[in-house]
Every structure is written in structure tokens, then in C-alpha cells.
């Protein structure tokens, strides 16, 4: 049963009396309070909720800040100062928007400030501090702008870029914020932009005879008359194969079915033998596939399909258990589908749109124009004009990264959460730490709409909440197709070792397989969880680790650059030869990432061409999709990568996956731990395998028997679940205990001890043993700053939460108004694993 709540309406309050008015505004920056401004009286019938306003904050500096409450109340402890200017003639942030940042702001235990730096695009944010860019097109007619507009174009374009003040004191006037939307909205200059890469679908060439060539008269006609040409006449051969099959073919599948080279194909289509034509594709199933609008469910979808409209009669939120490959995708087409004809919009959440473009690819075709995508690939000028066209409700179904839970819907019509157990649902930093899939789940409370989440590895939480009914439950356990599950091989490292097996990080069990494979031309994903080359660079003989300057942890030496680097600040050092402790040059290298796989690999295979998928070979404009797009293209016959390789793409011929060291995933200390590690082992393995058959994945381990690498091979979700919530029941973790993590820092390690000693005594005295810490973290020192840590245990039942964090924020204003703190960070996390 849906509750039924009474939503605030939007408050388009307009004063055409001459009374004074006020507004409560919220600054994009960390106050604890909104604050309050005076409205000329002239602007009364003007000002409504929603709205920016142009305001002056502290001594010099001006801010676009949203209009959050109108009132006729003065602020008691100062005067108001006046706004100096109305931004927008319609609100831009909505009364559901407004109820939303309130709840986050409340929940994650954050300023409104800090969420609205979170929910508006970069270009809806102006400040003194802004930077302007010229955008203005060659051919424009310059004869439309107003004096004013070009004064400022022809600034830019002697100095590149200004700020807002500087145009300030070029126009001598402090009202510019208008003038600046105005140019902005006619596309003629950019603000605060970073360019990045769009999105682009994924498309393949494929091949065809010419008609004259089609039937079998022309087809002989065609043979004879390239007995000069062997290598052509191979081509037409190898492509006549394939014709036979049933498949769309392409110019790598023509050489490999002939032996040619692309030189013979080229000819065939200047010769006009061959057509081309270039679709878009998808990678869903473990084959390309030419993309279809329309489909039919199978006997199990269309089960599903009833079961989850039969949860949402009761439930809210319902949760889908589907394994890989087993049409999960269809299912959320169909209701969204169904909330379009309703009159509805949609959210479909993914944890990382860059990679899963094939998802929007399959979308667009369903829904065209309707469909906007909004994530950090586009620049702020595009996430801005989406943030326009979904309040205008152009778009009316939204796929988007965890920033999308701030667009301006309307009418919200389903919310769906894919792969809902992934970790990039979480933003770490800055604040707002908030989780979108918990987020979205709020978000369908205000618009009154359902939820569902999609994983083949959900997590703890949801499983327990589906388990104890507070969420709706579905199974989909059966694969679309012919798809099989592959097979997984435990290899034990140590026993390897002993019967002189190993060479260098591979076993000979992986690398018989890895022969196997490319002798049937087949490819290889190999999976190591570090990036850089040598994750440690120590003396072997007094012991000294070359560590970072500005934090507690060691360097990692990337091949690629020829540097150290420190993962945690971004310090880049050159690579030490001498010992500087003790002055001697017996440097060991220890410790492996996927630089050294790659190296040791190529030793071990010259002939083999290796790929490499992780942040630092993704890092150009298009990375990910250059490395991805030519490993389809058979470019690659064995591709090395970080976990990237588990939350990407499905290859057909994939029949190979190598996990080269599970251990360093299992015994991570973090009580997540094995959670983590069966789904992302799982989610690698379902790299593999055709679509008609499966593949084969080879675990390498110091550990055979854990418990973690046997439910794997079992692919049990429900043995892994089985265990895990018996020990976060036995030691106070969630779904039963909400955790809350203060930490505190200081660049002085003793005032940071001390301040987090007495930070946790003032919780203590309320709170008793549910107050763990003070403690030095995993990490207890980044960019200069010492860390220590107060974990909050809550449990759930006979406790006030409400209470817990006004206890918190008690303590947090005592913290800070006591001067022997001062230099101190608190950082404030709910729900921080």
C-alpha cells in the first residue's frame, strides 16, 4: 500500500502590495542554516520558490543562490541584506526537488549548500569566482547582440577567459547574472566548462553482396571473373561461408573464414562486389547483435514480468534476483514501456554509464528523442540543457548515473535501479555521502512510485529487506537462450609451486588454457585487481618502503610513465635507485599490478597481442571505448584489466576469464569483504562464454578451500548470503545496526588524537559501548592530513536515529567552538561501506 502524504506545494507566492518580503535562500556552500535576504519591492510579483537570485555573501563575494521559502518575517539576529537580482523567470528547482535535498541534507548529515553543489550542473551555479568562455560560432550574426553582450565577447576573446567578476568591472555594473544566462542560452558562451566525451553508441560494419551477386548465376559469374585475383576469390569464398550461417558478417570474420587480408576486402568494395552498412549494435549475450525495437518475452520473462507487477500492488520497492544474461534489460524496456503510456517519465539508474553505453544504445531505439542520458562525460553545458528539457518534460525517460536522482521530474512514472549492489552507488567525497539506490528509493516516496531494483549479486541489505517482505521479490534464475554458466576452476597457487608449475604469476594450468583458447581463436580477459606496475619498492637490506610524502602508503611504480605514484593524492616521484635510508642500491620491486601481468605475460607469449584495460590506460578523451572497441575487434587476443573488465561488456568470443590472484580481494579488511568478492568474481566469470556455449573461468588462489571461492564455483548467491548475515547479525553490522563513521582530522598527528578523543568522550557519555574509537584507519595519514576514526554502531529497534545525529551535531558545534580544534576536519558519513 502506497502511503499517502501530503507534498508541499510549490510556493509561487507573488506580493503586489507594497509590503516587504523576504527570502530564505540556500548558498552553495557548507552553512548550517539557510539565510535570509531582503526583496526590493519592485521584484515582489517577480520572486517565487525555485527561483536563483543574485546575492551578495560575506564582503566581496556574489553567489546564484535558490529560493527556498518567501515570508514577510525580518531575521532576528541581522539585517537582510538586499538581492541584487532575479536570475530566472521560472523556478528551476521544484517543491519535490526542495523536500528531496531536505531529506538527503537530513539523512547524510550534510549542508543544503553542499547538495545543491551536488544536484545542479556547474552551469546553473554562477558565482563572482565563475569562469566564462567564448563559444560563439564563426558564422553568427554579430549584429544581433546587444551592445552590452558585445563587449563581453570581444573580452573574451582577447583574454580566452574571464571571470564573473571581471565582467563586472568591464560593464561597471554588478546586475550581469541576466546578461550571462541570456548569452548562455544562445549557445555563445560556455561556463565553467570541462570538456569531456559524449556519448557515443556502438557501431560495426557489416557486409553484403551487391544485388547482382545474390543469387547463385551471379555468384558463379563472380568466381570466374576474379580467377585472376586469388585472394579476392578467397574473400568471396570465406564470405559465402558465412552467408550460410545465418550471421551478419564483417571484415575481421571474412579473414579469418579466408585467410585474406583486409587489403582483398577493400578491393572487393571498390569494386562494387561488396556493400556496407553500418549499424548499431550491442554486446548483450555475449555476441554482437544488430539491436532490435521490438521483441518478444520468453515463457520465464513473462512469469517475472506478472510476479513483479503482482509485488507492486503491495510493495513499494521490489527487488529482481537475475542472473547474468537472462533478459533483465527486456524487463525494464517493458515498464517503462508501460509508465510511457500512462503519461509518465522514467529513471533507469546504472552504477556507471561510461560503461554501459550499449544499455542507451538499446534504449534509443525503444524510446528516440524521448530518452536523455546525464552523467559526468557530458560537460556542463550539456547537463545543463538536459536539466531543461527534463523539467520542460522533453525528456521522458532518463538514464543516468547517481547525479540523475537531481534532475527536475515530472510525473514519475517507475525508478529502476540496475546492478543495485554496486559500490559506485556511493559518493565518498565530497559531501554529500549519499547512495543513489537509497536515494531513489526516497525519490519514488515523494512522486508517489514505484521501485525496482536489478542484481544477479544483490546486496546483503536488499536481499534481507526482499527476505523479510519489506521490499517486493523476484527470481529470474535462468539464463535467456542457450546461454550456459561457465565452468569454474579453482587452481592452488602454493601446490603449483611445489610441483615446479608455476611460471612467474601463472599457473601452467592458466596458461594451457590460455594456448587452448587462441589455438581455436578465441579470446582471454585476465583479471588483477591492482593497476601500476610494482605495488611496493623496498630495501632488502634495511627494509625502508618508499612511501608517499603527503600520506601513510606506499608508492606504486607505473611502468607507463616511469614513475612512483601515490593512488591516494595523485604525488608523482621518480623511481628511487639508491636506498635513502641506508644508501644502498639492493631495490626490490614486490607486489604486482596489471603493468607487470602485462610484461611478464609478453615474456611468456611474444606472439600474442595483449590489451590492457584500466584507469590509467583509459584515461583519454574515448579510453574506454578505443581498448573496448578494438578487443571486439579481435585487435586483442588477451585483454589484462582491473575490475573495469567485470562492470563492462560481453564479448562472443570470450571463452577464457583468468582471475590471477583472489586473495587480494577475500582478505581486504572490510567486513563487506566477501560480499564484494563473490559478486565481483561472479561478475568477471560472466565475461565468459558464448551465447550457445559456455566458457571457462580459472580462479588462481593461496586459499582453495575458502568458503567464499566454493560458493563461487557453486554460483550460491544463497549459501553466501546464508553466512554473511549471521556474522553481521553476530558482530552489529547492517541490515541489523546503522553505522555512522566520524572521522577527524589534523595535520598535527597529536591535536588529531586528542580532538578525536574528546570528539568521541561527548558521544559517549549518551551513547555507551555503540561508540567504537577513537582509531587509526587502514590509511591513517592523506595529503598531510593524520585520520582517526569514531564508528557509531545503532541498532535498529528501541533507539531514536533522529536523536543519535542531533547528538552528533551537539557535539560537532562544541567540537568546533572549542579554539584548541582549531585546524580540525570533521568528516561525517551515514551508511559509509
Avoid at 11 to 18: A, G, M, V
Avoid at 555 to 584: D, F, L, Q, R, W
Avoid at 604 to 625: A, Q
Avoid at 662 to 675: K, L, S
Wanted: glycine fraction near 6%.
Amino acid at each position: 500500500m502506497i502511503l499517502e502524504m501530503n507534498m508541499p506545494e510549490p510556493q509561487n507566492l507573488f506580493f503586489t502590495d507594497r509590503a516587504t518580503v523576504f527570502v530564505d535562500v540556500i548558498l552553495p556552500l557548507a552553512l548550517a542554516n539557510t539565510y535570509t535576504y531582503r526583496i526590493p519591492v519592485e521584484w515582489n510579483d517577480k520572486i517565487q520558490v525555485g527561483v536563483r537570485v543574485m546575492v551578495q555573501f560575506g564582503k566581496n563575494k556574489i553567489y546564484s543562490a535558490i529560493v527556498k521559502q518567501i515570508t514577510k518575517e525580518a531575521p532576528k539576529h541581522y539585517e537582510a541584506k538586499y538581492i541584487l537580482d532575479i536570475i530566472d523567470e521560472k523556478p528551476i528547482v521544484d517543491g519535490a526537488q526542495l523536500q528531496l535535498w531536505d531529506w538527503i541534507s537530513d539523512y547524510y548529515m550534510c549542508s543544503l549548500g553542499e547538495v545543491m553543489q551536488a544536484a545542479l550542473p556547474s552551469a546553473l551555479k554562477l558565482a563572482s569566482e565563475t569562469k566564462i568562455a567564448s563559444a560563439i560560432p564563426e558564422d553568427f550574426d554579430r549584429s544581433t547582440l546587444t551592445d552590452k553582450e558585445y563587449l563581453i565577447i570581444e573580452a573574451l576573446e582577447v583574454a580566452g577567459e574571464l571571470k564573473v567578476n571581471d565582467i563586472v568591472k568591464l560593464l561597471s555594473q554588478k546586475s550581469v547574472f541576466p546578461i550571462l544566462k541570456a548569452m548562455f542560452d544562445k549557445g555563445i558562451i560556455l561556463i565553467s566548462e570541462e570538456i569531456t566525451e559524449r556519448y557515443k553508441p556502438k557501431t560495426k560494419v557489416f557486409f553484403s553482396f551487391a544485388p547482382e551477386f545474390r543469387d547463385e548465376d551471379g555468384k558463379r559469374n563472380l568466381l570466374d571473373a576474379l580467377n585472376r585475383a586469388p585472394k579476392q576469390q578467397d574473400a568471396v569464398l570465406g564470405f559465402m561461408q558465412l552467408l550460410k550461417k545465418g550471421v551478419d558478417v564483417t571484415r575481421q570474420m571474412i579473414m579469418e573464414a579466408s585467410g585474406c587480408g583486409s587489403g582483398a576486402i577493400t578491393a572487393l568494395v571498390d569494386k562494387g562486389v561488396f556493400q556496407v552498412k553500418e549499424k548499431v549494435v550491442s554486446r548483450f549475450q555475449g555476441e554482437d547483435l544488430e539491436l532490435e525495437a521490438d521483441f518478444e518475452f520468453n515463457d520465464n520473462q513473462k512469469c517475472v514480468f506478472d510476479e513483479i507487477h503482482q509485488c507492486f500492488e503491495t510493495r513499494d520497492v521490489t527487488l529482481l534476483h537475475g542472473v547474468t544474461a537472462s533478459g533483465k534489460t527486456q524487463l525494464y524496456i517493458r515498464l517503462i514501456e508501460e509508465a510511457l503510456a500512462r503519461g509518465n517519465s522514467a529513471l533507469y539508474l546504472l552504477p556507471e554509464i561510461a560503461l554501459t553505453s550499449q544499455i542507451t544504445a538499446r534504449l534509443k531505439l525503444h524510446f528516440g528523442d524521448k530518452l536523455g542520458v546525464y552523467h559526468s562525460k557530458f560537460n556542463d553545458n550539456e547537463r545543463a540543457e538536459v536539466w531543461h528539457k527534463v523539467m520542460k518534460n522533453e525528456f521522458k525517460v532518463i538514464v543516468g548515473a547517481r547525479s540523475s536522482v537531481f534532475l527536475p521530474f515530472q510525473d514519475l512514472g517507475i525508478i529502476i535501479v540496475d546492478e543495485e549492489h554496486e559500490s559506485s552507488y556511493k559518493q565518498y567525497d565530497p559531501a554529500p555521502r549519499y547512495h543513489a539506490r537509497d536515494t531513489a528509493i526516497y525519490l519514488g516516496y515523494i512522486h508517489q512510485t514505484k521501485v525496482l531494483l536489478g542484481s544477479a549479486t544483490p546486496s546483503i541489505e536488499s536481499f534481507y529487506n526482499a527476505k523479510s517482505k519489506k521490499y517486493g521479490f523476484v527470481q529470474l534464475l535462468e539464463r535467456f537462450g542457450q546461454a550456459q554458466l561457465p565452468e569454474i576452476h579453482i587452481v592452488d597457487i602454493p601446490q603449483e609451486g611445489r610441483k615446479e608449475n608455476m611460471f612467474s604469476y601463472f599457473s601452467g594450468t592458466l596458461l594451457k588454457a590460455i594456448e587452448g583458447a587462441l589455438e581455436r581463436k578465441e579470446q582471454v580477459i585476465l583479471f588483477q585487481n591492482r593497476r601500476g606496475h610494482t605495488t611496493i619498492i623496498q630495501c632488502n637490506t634495511c627494509g625502508f618502503v618508499a612511501k608517499c610524502v603527503n600520506c601513510d602508503v606506499s608508492m606504486t611504480y607505473h611502468k607507463s610513465s616511469n614513475m612512483m605514484h601515490c593512488h591516494y593524492c595523485g604525488h608523482v616521484e621518480p623511481p628511487i635507485k639508491i636506498c635513502p635510508a641506508c644508501g644502498m642500491p639492493h631495490i626490490e620491486s614486490k607486489g604486482f599490478g596489471t603493468e607487470r601481468v602485462e610484461e611478464e605475460l609478453e615474456l611468456l607469449m611474444p606472439n600474442v597481442r595483449i590489451g590492457r584495460l584500466d584507469l590509467d590506460s583509459t584515461k583519454g578523451k574515448n579510453g574506454f571505448d578505443k581498448i573496448i572497441g578494438a578487443f571486439d575487434e579481435h585487435e586483442f587476443d588477451i585483454l589484462i584489466g582491473t575490475q573495469m573488465v567485470a562492470k563492462g561488456l560481453d564479448f562472443g568470443r570470450v571463452s577464457l576469464i583468468g582471475i590471477i590472484n583472489a586473495d587480494t580481494m577475500i582478505n581486504f579488511p572490510d567486513f563487506r569483504a566477501y560480499e564484494r568478492a563473490f559478486s565481483l568474481f561472479l561478475q568477471v566469470a560472466g565475461r565468459a562464454g558464448r551465447r550457445e556455449a559456455g566458457g571457462q573461468v580459472i580462479i588462481q588462489t593461496y586459499t582453495p578451500k575458502h568458503r567464499v571461492l566454493e560458493q563461487v564455483v557453486a554460483h550460491d548467491y544463497q549459501a553466501m548470503f546464508d553466512t554473511e548475515i549471521i556474522e553481521r547479525k553476530n558482530f552489529a553490522y547492517p541490515p541489523f545496526y546503522r553505522v555512522i563513521r566520524i572521522d577527524i582530522k589534523h595535520m598535527d598527528i597529536q591535536k588529531c588524537y586528542d580532538g578525536a578523543k574528546k570528539f568521541a568522550s561527548g558521544l559517549r557519555q549518551q551513547l555507551g559501548s555503540r561508540v567504537l574509537g577513537p582509531e587509526t584507519p587502514l590509511v591513517g595519514r592523506v595529503r598531510n592530513y593524520f585520520i582517526q576514526t569514531i564508528t557509531l554502531k545503532i541498532e535498529r529497534n528501541n533507539i531514536s536515529i533522529v536523536k543519535v545525529k542531533d547528538l552528533i551535531k551537539l557535539v560537532k558545534n562544541d567540537f568546533i567552538a572549542d579554539k584548541a580544534n582549531t585546524g580540525s576536519r570533521i568528516v561525517i558519513d551515514v551508511d559509509p561501506y
